[in-house]
């Protein structure tokens, strides 16, 4: 059974970098394709970035393309959230998610291991 934790959560100012890692345990990393997902109050859970097993094919929603960057060292069972130029609009509760069996749609319903979250608020 794969743990994830996640770790990195913090306050920051508008236009702030903040970077999310989360450790996993259980079992081979390799055997997964994760991803980031957030959510704000009142809000839906978002997908934001998940890659592929070995790392090659990455995907971000539209509201974080070309500010996050998402890596995983599978030999470390490490997976990162790179998040860069932060808005107000990023604040969340951000969790870390797999899902065993071939690389698919960043979809939540699609993953079945959960994190518990870190919170990110960027606030001035």
């Known amino acids: 059974q794969l743990r994830l934790v996640e770790s990195g959560g913090a306050l920051v100012q508008p236009g702030g970098s903040l970077k999310l890692s989360c450790v996993t345990s259980?079992?081979?990393?390799?055997?997964?394709?994760v991803g980031w997902f957030r959510q704000a109050p009142g809000k839906e859970r978002e997908g934001v970035s998940c890659?592929?097993?070995?790392?090659?094919?990455?995907y971000y929603s539209d509201s974080v393309k070309g500010r996050f960057t998402i890596s995983r060292d599978n030999d470390n069972n490490v997976i990162w959230l790179q998040m860069n130029n932060l808005n107000p609009e990023d604040t969340g509760v951000y969790s870390c998610?797999?899902?065993?069996?071939?690389?698919?749609?960043?979809?939540?319903?699609?993953?079945?291991?959960w994190g518990q979250g870190t919170q990110v608020t960027v606030s001035s």
């Open positions: 259980g079992s081979l990393l390799d055997y997964y394709f």
């Open positions: 998610a797999a899902r065993v069996g071939r690389d698919t749609a960043c979809d939540a319903d699609l993953f079945g291991y």
């Open positions: 890659i592929s097993k070995k790392g090659e094919t990455q």
